[in-house]
């Protein structure tokens, strides 16, 4: 009975009541498999196993029927039912940020007494993260030229071109046949005219058959892909040659060198948890990883834009078009903000950065992922 967990045990670790389990057996969803000498029901690790799924479906908000039918699929593993689970609650997650940063903009706005239309109260509730955030983007985010001739250079002779994530299309090459994919309804809205048609789509199901692209690209995007590396395959799948700007979330010495990440925002290091090394995302296309340095003037307004022009982190407008700030929660970015201001006004910023502010280029982990 050594590695089997009693009903009252069970119940005590995941805070779900007796009679709940009870419950589960007794219709079936989750019957342990043996009892103990007392006649208690007990549950072995395959049974704990299933109960993990089966509390995690509960909390996403399934209904029992749809649960069983979920836990039983014999073509869904253990590894299947993690990967589901975490797209699901990371999607979750982001419609949350989404939600809060609606609330944020609606308490700002009373707060200055500007009243919202009823339309716009109804909006957060069907906000994905992007259609929450989307419209500050094209205020800082556009063609880096440094990084779209790398880009464009590694599509090599791709005629046709898939742009997976496109938001605005920053990286679209002009001079080659061109379809977007962007499931944000804010910022599909926001393309300019005359940009490459837009498919509402996600990544993970492309609606292309096999190869139907010289080449597929993805630009700042994977990070929010709910299982990236299905949304890699995928790109592997419909086209010949796959191109991926993204960054290296395993390697810690770039966050560490990163005076933002190390010295302010050191709740970044949360939002990698559990992203795939980049040995697997460049895996999932069969592609090698090439580093993408910064240049000191990145026309570009992400993340790392501004690691030689700190005071750029304190414009509303430049965090407002970068996730990362959104999903840290309102009380991180405040309190990075304040003392970055602080640092900056003391000079503890500048005597801190002294080899920063000598270099033109920095390594912050941006990647290239060619295949
Ligand atoms: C930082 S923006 C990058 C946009 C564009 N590629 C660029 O470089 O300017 C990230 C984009 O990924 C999109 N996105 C989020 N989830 C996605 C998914 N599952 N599949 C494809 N794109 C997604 C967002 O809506 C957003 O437009």
Do not use: K
């Amino acid at each position: 009975m050594a590695e089997h967990l009693t009903v009252g045990r069970v119940a005590e670790l995941t805070g779900v009541s007796v009679r709940t389990l009870h419950h589960y057996d007794e219709i079936g969803l989750l019957a342990p498999s043996t009892r103990t000498t007392a006649g208690h029901r007990a549950y072995s690790a395959a049974d704990v196993q299933r109960l993990r799924e089966v509390l995690a479906y509960r909390r996403l908000g399934f209904g029992l029927r749809e649960i069983a039918d979920l836990v039983d699929d014999p073509a869904t593993d253990a590894v299947a039912h993690l990967c589901r689970l975490r797209g699901l609650l990371s999607d979750q997650r982001d419609r949350a940020a989404a939600m809060v940063a609606a609330i944020d903009r609606e308490l700002d706005a009373r707060a200055r007494g500007i009243r919202t239309t009823p339309e716009e109260q109804l909006r957060m509730f069907g906000a994905q993260l992007y259609d929450a955030i989307g419209s500050a983007y094209p205020a800082t985010r556009r063609t880096e030229p440094r990084i779209a001739a790398r880009i464009w250079d590694a599509l090599g002779d791709a005629r046709t071109v898939l742009n997976v994530g496109a938001g605005t299309g920053s990286y679209e090459p002009p001079d080659r046949d061109v379809t977007a994919v962007e499931p944000s309804a804010v910022m599909r809205a926001q393309r300019p005219p005359g940009a490459a048609p837009c498919v509402a789509a996600a990544a993970q199901r492309l609606p292309f058959p096999d190869r139907s692209f010289d080449a597929a690209m993805a630009v700042s995007t994977v990070h929010h892909w709910p299982d990236p590396i299905a949304g890699l395959r995928e790109m592997r799948r419909v086209a010949r040659r796959v191109v991926v700007f993204t960054y290296d979330a395993d390697d810690t010495g770039w966050r560490q060198r990163f005076w933002l990440t190390r010295d302010y925002l050191p709740e970044f290091a949360e939002l990698l948890v559990g992203w795939p090394a980049l040995a697997d995302l460049a895996d999932a296309i069969g592609g090698r990883a090439e580093p993408v340095l910064v240049p000191w003037d990145c026309v570009d307004g992400f993340f790392e834009a501004y690691w030689r022009r700190p005071e750029a982190y304190l414009d509303e407008h430049v965090r407002r078009a970068v996730s990362v700030w959104t999903r840290v929660g309102p009380r991180a970015e405040q309190r990075a903000v304040d003392t970055l201001r602080e640092d900056l006004t003391s000079g503890r910023w500048a005597e801190r950065n002294r080899d920063v502010v000598a270099l033109d280029t920095a390594e912050l982990g941006l990647r290239l992922l060619v295949a």
